[in-house]
C-alpha cells in the first residue's frame, strides 16, 4: 500500500501552485521537531507505528506535528505547522517500547485530514524559506547569537561543547536559531512558536532573547554555586588543617591545647571537692565548650566561669588553732589594753575547743569611733586562731549585685564582692571582716541588704546565692565580723543576727600606752629608723596627743608620729645627723605650732559662751554654744547647722529664761525689743540632741545677766521648761571627751550618776562632776561667781 498517493490532485500543477503532499501523520506530544534536525520518535500509538512502518517500507516521508492538547487527532488539536520529516532505524526499546529516528526536512502546514484509517493521511504543502535579505545583518546576528550560545554552554551543564560546534556548523541563520531552539529547553508552545515564525532573520533574534534570558539565569545560578563553592572549600581546608594538626601532634606525643587545657580543668573539678551541684554544673559548662568550635566569642565566657568555679576554695580549710594560752598571747602582742573584748574572744576560743569545732561561729560587731582598733583586732583573731583574713567594706554600696554579682548573661558578669573574697581567702573558714555595716545604702537596684542578711544568718548562708555563680555556695565555717561607727544606722533585723562588741575611745593613759608598746616601734620600722636611734619621751607623746590631735582612737596620733619620723629619716638621709630624743618642747619643731587648745586655764572665762560636749560618729568632742543679744523685735536666731530636737531645746531653754525673768533681774519689757541669736561654731558638722539643753540655756542667761561662765566647766543634760535636768546617753563617751580635752569639771544629770562606772577610774579620780536636777545648780556651778552686774540694761 503506498502512501504518498496523490489523490484528487488538481490536474495540472503549475510552477506557480503550490506543490500538495499527502503524508501520513505522526503526531507528536511532548516534543516539536525542527527541520534538519534529527529527534527519536516515540510510537506510542499503534497508529503511529503503522505510519513509520509503512513509510519506511515505501521510502517516503511523513508529517511530524506537534498536538494541542491530549486526546483525538483533529485539525483543532494539531498545530497546523509541522515538519516533513524522514524517518529510520526502528528499534524496540528494553521496555517493550517503539522507537524512530525522525530526520526533519523542511516545515509544512497542514491542511486537511485525508483518512484516519488505519492512520492518520493528511494534506499539507510544504514552507519555502524566505531568503534572509542583507548579508552583512545575517552575519552580524548570527555572530552574535553564537557568542551568546558560546558563553551559554560553557556555562550549562546540560549542553556539551559539541552542540556549540554543531551551531557553528550551521550555514543557514534560519538552521542556526531551529538548532539552537531545540537545544534551549523550551516549553512547548514557546517551540511551536518558533517553528511557526517563518522568517529566519526575527527567528534567529527571537533566539537571541531567549539566549539573553537563559545567560541571566545561568550567571545567577553560576554566583550562587561559587559563593557555596567558596563558603564548604573554605571550612573544609579549615577541617583539614586542623585534622592535620592533630594527626601531627598525635605524632609527637601531644594533645591539641583545647584537649589538654579541658583535660586540666577535669581534673582540677575533680580535685577541687565541690559538692554535687557544682561540680555537675562545671562538668556540663565543659561539654558545651569541648563542642565549641575554640574561636567562638562564647568559649571564654565558658572558660571563665569554670575558672571561678574550680579557683574557690570548696573543702580547704584550715584547722584552728585553739590553744587559748597562745591565743592570749597574740592578741596581747598585737593590742595593748582591751581587756573585755580579748576576754569575749577567749572565751569563744574555750567553748570551741571543748565542742570539738563543731560549734557555728558567732558573728561578731566590733562598734567604735576611727582608729579605736576594730580592724587589728580582727586581724588578730584571725591569727590568733590561725585563720585566714579577708576584709571587705561595705560603705556606700547600693547595689545588690555588688553583694551577689551578675547573671552570666551580662556582658562582662563577675561574681559578687562575698565570693570575690572568699577566692582570695582561699580557704572555706576565714575571719572574714565586713567593714561600715551601718553605711550600706538602701535604693531602686535591689536591696544589698537583703543580701546581707543571707550572709550573715546561720540558717542560709550554708548555700549562699551568687548570680553570677548560679550554685549555693557554703559560708557557713565563716567567722563574720562587721564593724560600724555607730549603731542606730544598722538595720534591726541586721542588729539581732550579731553579737554587738563596742570599743569606745581610749583615755590619754591608753593611747600614751598604745603609743609607746606599738605605733612608735612601728612607724619606726616603717620609716627604717632602728629603736635605739630615736626615742620619745612620754612628755612628747603626751604633746602631741593633747595639742595635735583629739579623736577617740589612735589613727592621728599613729599619723603625727609618722611625720616626725619622716622627718627625721629624712635628716638623717641628707646629714646623717639627726636628733635622738624627741622631748616635749621639740615637737611643735616639727608638728608646727599646735592645733588643740587643751584645758581651759588660759582661756577667759567669758559672757555668753558655754561648754557642752557632742557625741559624734569620731568620738565625742567639746562644743562650745555662743549667744549675743541685739536690738531686735524679740526673735530666736539659731545657726551651726542645729537640728530639729536642738533648736527646740534652745527655745525651752530661752522660754526658761523669759520665766526665770524676774529672779534674775531681767525686765519684762527686755525681750521684747531684743533678738537672741545662738549659734554653735564648727557650723559645718550637723549638731542634733536634746543634750545641749542646759548649754544653751547656761550661754543664754550668762547673755542676759552678763555674767561670765567657767571655762573650765563642761557640761550635758536635756533641760525642761521649768528647768529639770533630764538624764542623756553617751555618757562615757562624753566623759572621755571631756576629759580628753582637759575639762576637769564636769555637770552631769543627777540620773546619769550610774554612767559613770563605765568610766576608766584614772579618769574619774582626774575629774569633778557636779551632779544636778535643777537649772539652778547648773547655774551655781557655771557661771564665775564674779561682779554680779546688772542685767542687761534696757
Ligand atoms: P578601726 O578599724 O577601728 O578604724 P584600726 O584597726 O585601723 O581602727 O586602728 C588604727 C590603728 O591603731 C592601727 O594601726 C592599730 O594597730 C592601732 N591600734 C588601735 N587600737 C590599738 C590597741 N589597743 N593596741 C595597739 N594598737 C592599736
Redesign the pocket.
Known sequence: MSTTEIIELPEQTTDDEPEVLILALVARRRAVLFPRLVSPLFLGRVASLRAVEDAMLHNTTVAVVTQRAQGEISLDNLYSIGTEANVSRLITLPDGNRQAWAQGQRRIRITGILETEPYVKVTAVPIEEPEAADGREVEALSRAVLSQFERTVQLSNRLSDDAYVAAVNMEQPGGLADFIASTLGLEIPQQQALLELLDPMERLQQVSVLLAKELDLLELQRKIQTQVQSEVDKSQREYYLREQIKALQRELGESDPQTRELAELREKIEASGMPEAASTKAQQELDRLSQMPPQSPETGVIRTYVDWLVSLPWATETEDNLDLKEGARTLDA?????SKVKERILEFLAVRKLTGGRMRSPILCFV?A????????GRSIAQALGRKFVRMSLGGIRDEAEIRGHRRTYVGALPGRIITAMRNAGTVNPVFMLDEIDKVGLDFRGDPSAALLEVLDPEQNFAFSDHYLDVPYDLSKVFFIT?ANRMDTVLPALRDRMEVIE?SGYVEEEKLG?ARA??VPRQLEEHGLKPEGLRFADGALRRIIREYTREA???NL?REIGHICRKIARSLAQTERATKRITANGVPKFLGPRRFYWGAAEEQDEIGVATGVAWTETGGDLMGIEVTLMEGKGQLILTGRLGEVMRESAQAGLSYARSKGAELGIKPKFFEKTDVHVHAPEGAVPKEGPSAGITMATALISALTRRATRRDVAMTGEITLRGRVLPIGGVREKVLAAHRAGIRTFILPKKNEKDLLDVPKDVRRDMTFVFVEQMDQVLAVALAPASIQKAAAA
Not at 370 to 377: E, R
Open positions: 598585737n593590742h595593748y589594753g582591751l567604735g576611727p582608729g579605736v582598733g576594730k580592724t587589728s583586732l564593724t570599743l598604745i606599738f605605733l582612737g589612735v589613727r599613729e
